[in-house]
């Protein structure tokens, strides 16, 4: 039991801002929400009130993000693109070189995977995300699990109250389009890459989902991510339908020189989440993207308030995947997920607006803390024997990374472990590996289900037929070569380690990206440096660069 007191933003349906409330928090919980000086409802009364000295918002909810890659620095994306397909296919040797060829060579290493899950997830809370896409894992080239950890993983709840979203689909159901419609006619919500890019390829991916009879293969099931392509009478038709998108405006500037027409999706009255795809052409976090959706509301008279933002990673998300009565929103009954900014004398939506990393004071799930300033996370009941003292920003934080469900390989692992493994696993990228088939993983031993690396038959970016035609490769070809790297025996270092293969790819040694965009200097150099930025947004967004 705890209770904590500051400004309240309840993100409720009136969008009550409370000054001066308390939080009152009872397994996981919120039990009461009640002002200041008011008497603690039953069972409280010996519960110490503890003062945040910010402004309380709902966890941080994303529903776009490929986490594992965000170990990785921003790519430098060479031109704009017309569509997914022509970046990532076996024709760009950058994209295997930077991005997927290191992350083939982090996730079949059993120390580099536990890692690479602990970094990812630190990421998300160090910048205010409590849920978010699952990190998935393999113990074989097909069965596919999802990492249990601190963050709450859509794919995986574990909670029938917070039914699971899927975001792959089998190959059958990527590639006949009366599949895909029975699958979404489902139970679980379906969170997949939509009509990503600018041209007409991309454009069909969207308009393969009608069907011969005039049907559209789109329910309430359907969360369609980027939607780049989509004009207004196609937004028109996914509302029409039930289905939502989100939104991800910097990785479709940085890879094809626009973002969706949001304009026309807020006319349609498209439910709208944010997402910050992942590190090599996003944000870094929410809190990033959420600057970059605000100036390009501003650049183009998007009717947006702050409000609205913050609803786009709070309430709405929740909403969209039907969890609306348990997350999302501070009110009673509501699961205690909540973020502390410092500071109340701003406007409350915009203190969330304008933070950075630094200015979070505590990340809480479910009522644990998992992140704060040492006055915060103490007095909230956090032992301090088992927390991790970190710097963000150059001020003090702690981290609670006890859970007694996660996973127990990532359990062992620290922040400062994990760092260092990364980065020495990083900087070895030259000897670590060369190209070769995969056949299969070791039995038993866990590897991260990465592009190239496992192949399960499953799609996050269906192609359905279009005109007698597919819109695009569902899966990876057979013929083209992977990685291959050998299992590192028990107390032999990543440094060093040389593997004899044919047709080498020459991996260069990259530098691990830091955890957070306040500390993060080379981040902002790098978007000085993106041609297919917007001028007006790179200025803008090179005006947030930390002092």
């Given at each position: 039991?705890?209770?904590?007191?500051?400004?309240?933003?309840?993100?409720?349906?009136?969008n009550?801002?409370?000054?001066?409330?308390?939080?009152?928090?009872?397994?996981?919980t919120?039990?009461?929400?009640?002002?200041?000086?008011?008497?603690?409802?039953?069972?409280?009364?010996?519960?110490t009130?503890?003062?945040?000295?910010g402004?309380?918002?709902?966890?941080?909810?994303?529903?776009?993000?490929?986490?594992?890659?965000?170990?990785?620095?921003?790519?430098?994306?060479?031109?704009?693109?017309?569509?997914?397909?022509?970046?990532?296919?076996?024709?760009?040797?950058?994209y295997?070189?930077?991005?997927?060829?290191?992350m083939?060579?982090?996730?079949?290493?059993p120390?580099?995977?536990?890692?690479?899950v602990?970094y990812?997830?630190?990421?998300?809370?160090?910048?205010?995300?409590t849920?978010?896409?699952?990190?998935?894992?393999?113990?074989?080239?097909?069965?596919?699990?999802?990492?249990r950890?601190?963050?709450?993983?859509?794919?995986?709840?574990d909670?029938?109250?917070?039914?699971?979203?899927?975001?792959h689909?089998?190959?059958?159901?990527?590639?006949?389009?009366?599949?895909?419609?029975?699958?979404?006619?489902?139970?679980?919500?379906?969170?997949?890459?939509?009509?990503?890019?600018?041209?007409?390829?991309?454009?069909?991916?969207?308009?393969?989902?009608?069907?011969?009879?005039?049907?559209?293969?789109?329910?309430?099931?359907?969360i369609?991510?980027?939607?780049?392509?989509?004009?207004?009478?196609?937004?028109?038709?996914?509302?029409g339908?039930?289905?939502?998108?989100?939104?991800?405006?910097?990785?479709?500037?940085?890879?094809?020189?626009?973002?969706?027409d949001v304009g026309?999706?807020?006319?349609?009255?498209?439910?709208?989440?944010?997402?910050?795809?992942?590190?090599?052409?996003?944000?870094k976090?929410?809190?990033?993207?959420?600057?970059v959706?605000?100036?390009?509301?501003?650049?183009?008279?998007?009717?947006?308030?702050?409000?609205?933002?913050?609803?786009?990673?709070?309430?709405?998300p929740?909403?969209?995947?039907?969890?609306?009565?348990?997350?999302?929103?501070?009110?009673?009954?509501?699961?205690?997920?909540?973020?502390?900014?410092?500071?109340?004398?701003?406007?409350?939506?915009?203190?969330?607006?304008?933070?950075?990393?630094?200015?979070?004071?505590?990340?809480?799930?479910?009522?644990?803390?998992?992140v704060?300033?040492?006055?915060?996370?103490?007095?909230?009941?956090?032992?301090?024997?088992?927390?991790?003292?970190?710097?963000?920003?150059?001020?003090?934080?702690?981290?609670?990374?006890?859970?007694?469900v996660?996973?127990?390989?990532?359990?062992?692992?620290?922040?400062?472990?994990?760092?260092?493994?990364?980065?020495?696993?990083?900087?070895?990228?030259?000897?670590?590996?060369?190209?070769?088939?995969?056949?299969?993983?070791?039995?038993?031993?866990?590897?991260?289900?990465?592009?190239?690396?496992?192949?399960?038959?499953k799609?996050s970016?269906?192609?359905l037929?279009?005109?007698?035609?597919?819109?695009?490769?569902?899966f990876?070809?057979?013929?083209?070569?992977?990685l291959?790297?050998?299992?590192?025996?028990?107390?032999?270092?990543?440094k060093?380690?040389?593997?004899?293969?044919?047709?080498?790819?020459?991996?260069?040694?990259?530098?691990?990206?830091?955890?957070t965009?306040?500390?993060?200097?080379?981040?902002?150099?790098?978007?000085?440096?993106?041609?297919?930025?917007?001028?007006?947004?790179?200025?803008?967004?090179?005006?947030?660069?930390p002092?």
């Open positions: 039991m705890l209770a904590i007191s500051g400004r309240v933003v309840t993100m409720d349906s009136t009550a801002v409370l000054p001066h409330h308390v939080l009152y928090v009872d397994g996981g919120i039990r009461a929400v009640r002002p200041v000086g008011q008497p603690p409802p039953p069972g409280f009364e010996a519960v009130v503890v003062p945040s000295g402004t309380i918002f709902p966890g941080l909810i994303e529903l776009h993000n490929h986490l594992p890659y965000d170990v990785l620095s921003l790519w430098k994306v060479p031109k704009p693109y017309g569509n997914r397909d022509q970046w990532s296919g076996p024709g760009n040797p950058d295997r070189r930077l991005i997927t060829g290191p083939q060579v982090l996730g079949a290493q120390d580099a995977t536990a890692a690479v602990r990812s997830e630190m990421r998300c809370l160090l910048g205010g995300t849920t978010s896409q699952g990190i998935t894992l393999a113990k074989s080239s097909s069965i596919v699990t999802h990492f950890g601190l963050v709450r993983n859509v794919e995986r709840t909670d029938v109250l917070l039914p699971p979203a899927l975001t689909i089998a190959d059958v159901e990527a590639s006949q389009r009366d599949k895909f419609l029975k699958r979404l006619s489902g139970k679980k919500k379906l969170i997949l890459h939509l009509a990503e890019g600018v041209d007409g390829p991309a454009a069909q991916h969207f308009a393969s989902l009608k069907g011969d009879d005039g049907t559209w293969a789109i329910t309430s099931n359907l369609g991510i980027h939607c780049v392509a989509l004009t207004e009478p196609d937004f028109t038709i996914l509302a339908h039930g289905g939502s998108m989100v939104w991800s405006p910097l990785s479709n500037f940085l890879l094809y020189g626009k973002t969706a026309a999706a807020l006319r349609q009255k498209v439910p709208m989440a944010l997402g910050s795809d992942w590190a090599p052409s996003g944000s976090n929410l809190l990033g993207e959420l600057k959706a605000r100036l390009t509301a501003a650049a183009t008279n998007l009717p947006l308030t702050s409000a609205d933002l913050v609803a786009m990673v709070t309430k709405t929740a909403v969209m995947l039907g969890w609306g009565s348990q997350v999302g929103t501070l009110a009673t009954g509501y699961r205690a997920d909540l973020v502390v900014v410092a500071g109340t004398s701003a406007d409350p939506y915009q203190v969330l607006l304008d933070a950075t990393e630094a200015d979070l004071r505590l990340v809480m799930i479910e009522g644990t803390p998992r704060g300033v040492p006055a915060l996370l103490l007095p909230l009941g956090v032992a301090a024997a088992g927390t991790e003292a970190i710097q963000v920003g150059g001020q003090p934080r702690l981290l609670n990374l006890v859970e007694a996660a996973d127990v390989s990532v359990a062992r692992v620290s922040m400062s472990q994990a760092t260092q493994l990364l980065t020495a696993a990083l900087h070895d990228l030259p000897t670590s590996a060369k190209v070769s088939k995969l056949s299969r993983l070791p039995r038993g031993q866990v590897r991260l289900a990465v592009e190239g690396l496992v192949d399960n038959r799609s970016r269906p192609h037929p279009y005109q007698g035609h597919v819109t695009g490769p569902n990876r070809t057979a013929q083209e070569p992977r291959l790297v050998r299992p590192i025996p028990k107390r032999t270092s990543l060093g380690l040389a593997l004899a293969a044919a047709a080498p790819l020459a991996l260069p040694a990259l530098a691990l990206d830091p955890v965009a306040v500390d993060n200097p080379g981040y902002y150099d790098q978007l000085s440096t993106e041609t297919n930025l917007p001028g007006n947004l790179k200025a803008a967004l090179l005006a947030l660069r002092a």
